[in-house]
């Protein structure tokens, strides 16, 4: 199926499944390779190396840049299906395996008649790649995944008319711009996932969050609210319904102020924030303009 997201009958598509074991081997043979392949190559939860567009990246962006976000590395797990004969199907994820409310994407294939999802995406992929639970999901073929992607591609560059710029529409689409391993063991993970929120034109807000995670469970620290007017931390204070809860943070307070046993984690996310100042700083100053 030729579109602009997968590309299952390309050259690299097909070497890719080759490198990997090959078409003769079983679906979940060949996903649990594809997913070792993300690890070893590294490959990166970001946007911030192209935030405007693409706005979905295909599975061939994902091969040359090793970067993407959820969608990105289901195209390239539903292409490698495909290519190899497969069944393949695209899972719009609404609540995680963790009880969650996500707005997520995975792959799916079928294993003797029943549709399982395959996750590339930390830190289901860490704990629950292969067969992952998640909760609340609707499953998509590929056309019409694909249909899907052109509908809200269109509806984001419609929406983006307001900041008269076109480029705008790739973060609206997708402001889900950057999550980095700070902390990982055989049992947990722990990471800051950036996200930048644009609330009208020429306003922005971009929200750090260390979140950790474990095979049962996920939770937030600590965040760093940054806008034009102030930058502050909140601590995870009460108890949330789910890790989005806005209801469990703190008041705003000065890094002085945090419990001492959180200091660790705001040391480790602002040193995030200066390692991709670059990069955030391009992004705020268009959306800014």
Partial sequence: MANSYIHPTDPEIQQLVTN???????????MAAALDWFDTEKIQYSRLNAP??????????????HSGTCGDFSNLL???????GH?????TVQ?????????????????????????????YRKFHGLDCPHQAFKLLTPAEMTAKFRQDETTWTAQAAEWDDPC?????YAPWLHNQTVMETEDSVGSIFLLLSLPAVHHWRLDAYYQCYTAVRGFSLIRRVITPASSVYQFSEHSPAHIWDEKQWSLPTPVRNLPKKLVFASEQLDEVLIENKK?????????AQ
């Fill in 52 to 65: 405007f567009a693409p706005l979905q990246r295909s599975d061939l962006d994902v091969v040359h840049w």
């Fill in 20 to 30: 990997l074991g090959g078409p003769a081997q079983s679906a979940m043979d060949l």
């Fill in 95 to 123: 609540k995680d395996c963790y009880g969650d409310w996500q707005d997520h994407i995975c792959a799916a294939t079928q294993v003797a008649g029943r549709w399982v999802l395959i996750d590339a995406t930390d830190p």
């Fill in 78 to 84: 539903v292409s490698l299906l495909v290519a190899a």
């Fill in 87 to 91: 069944p393949a199907a695209y899972a």
């Fill in 279 to 287: 990069d955030l700083e391009s992004v705020v100053h268009r959306a």
């Fill in 168 to 172: 705008m529409a790739g973060v609206l």
